[in-house]
C-alpha cells in the first residue's frame, strides 16, 4: 500500500535559517503530492501541492519540488519565520476512479525561535 | 457553513462509555473523511465516503468503530465500549473536488477515555 516517510522531529530553528523537511513516498504509479500545515490551535490546511514529476509547489515563501527520480518532496524555505512554527505534514493522493486517498506521514513539529 | 464543523470539541468519557462525533462538512463538497490524530502517530485514515458509494472502511481499528452519513452530508463517527487507547482527536475533511485532492479539515473533537 501507499506510505509516507517523513522527517521526524522536532525541528528547532532559529528565525531566518533555512529549512528543510524531508518526504520520501512509496505510492502506486505516480501520486499528486501534497504538505499540509497545522498550526497551533488550529486544523489542517492545505501549504501547497504537486501533481506531476519535476512539478514546484509553493506558498507563503515554502516550496517543495515533485521527484520522481527519488520519490521525494521535500519542504524548503529559505528563511523561516516565527509564525512558521507549525506542524507540517507530507501527504502522496491515492487516486483510483472515483475514490482519492490522502495518506499522511507522522507529522513534523517546528519550533522557529525569534 | 463557511468550513468544516466538527462536535463536540471536547470529550471527556469514562471506558466503557459510547461517543459519537459529528461533522458537518463544507456544502458541495463531494467526500467526507474521517482521520484520527495521536501524539507520535501522526494522521490516520479511518473511513471515507465518496457520494452514493459504499465507504471505504478500510482504516477502521475495530468493529467498535462506526460511520455514517445521512444524506449525503452530516456524518457520525461512534466509537462504542470507548477504551484508553481511543484517546486522540478524530479529524473531518471535506474534500472540495476530486481533481484536485484539495481536503478541508475541521478543528477535530479531542476524546480522552478515563
Known amino acids: 500500500g501507499d506510505s509516507v516517510t517523513q522527517m521526524e522531529g522536532p525541528v528547532t530553528l532559529s528565525e531566518e535559517a533555512f529549512l528543510t523537511i524531508n518526504c520520501t513516498y512509496t505510492a502506486t504509479g505516480y501520486p499528486s503530492l501534497f504538505w499540509y500545515v497545522q498550526y497551533p490551535g488550529e486544523g489542517l490546511q492545505l501549504l501547497l501541492k504537486?501533481?506531476?514529476?519535476?512539478d514546484k509547489g509553493s506558498n507563503k515563501g515554502f516550496e517543495a519540488t515533485y521527484r520522481k527520480e527519488t520519490t521525494s518532496f521535500h519542504l524548503e524555505k529559505g528563511s523561516v519565520q516565527v509564525s512558521d512554527s507549525a506542524v507540517y505534514f507530507c501527504?502522496?493522493?491515492?487516486?483510483?476512479?472515483?475514490?482519492?486517498?490522502?495518506?499522511f506521514g507522522k507529522g513534523t513539529l517546528l519550533t522557529v525561535n525569534p | 457553513g463557511a468550513g468544516v464543523s466538527q462536535s463536540p470539541s471536547n470529550k471527556v468519557t469514562e471506558k466503557g462509555k459510547d461517543v459519537e462525533l459529528r461533522c458537518d462538512p463544507i456544502?458541495?463538497?463531494?467526500?467526507l473523511y474521517w482521520y484520527r490524530q495521536s501524539l507520535g502517530q501522526g494522521l490516520e485514515f479511518l473511513i471515507y465516503?465518496?457520494?452514493?458509494?459504499?465507504?471505504?472502511k478500510s482504516g477502521l481499528p475495530s468493529d467498535r468503530f462506526s460511520a455514517e452519513r445521512t444524506g449525503g452530508s452530516v456524518s457520525t463517527l461512534t466509537i462504542q465500549r470507548t477504551q484508553q487507547e481511543d484517546s486522540a482527536v478524530y479529524l473531518c475533511a471535506s474534500l472540495k473536488a476530486t481533481n484536485t485532492g484539495e481536503l478541508f479539515f475541521g478543528e477535530g473533537s479531542r476524546l480522552t477515555v478515563l
Open positions: 456544502s458541495g463538497h463531494t467526500a
Open positions: 501527504a502522496p493522493l491515492r487516486s483510483g476512479g472515483s475514490n482519492y486517498k490522502l495518506t
Open positions: 504537486a501533481t506531476k514529476a519535476d
Open positions: 465516503f465518496q457520494g452514493n458509494s459504499a465507504p471505504d
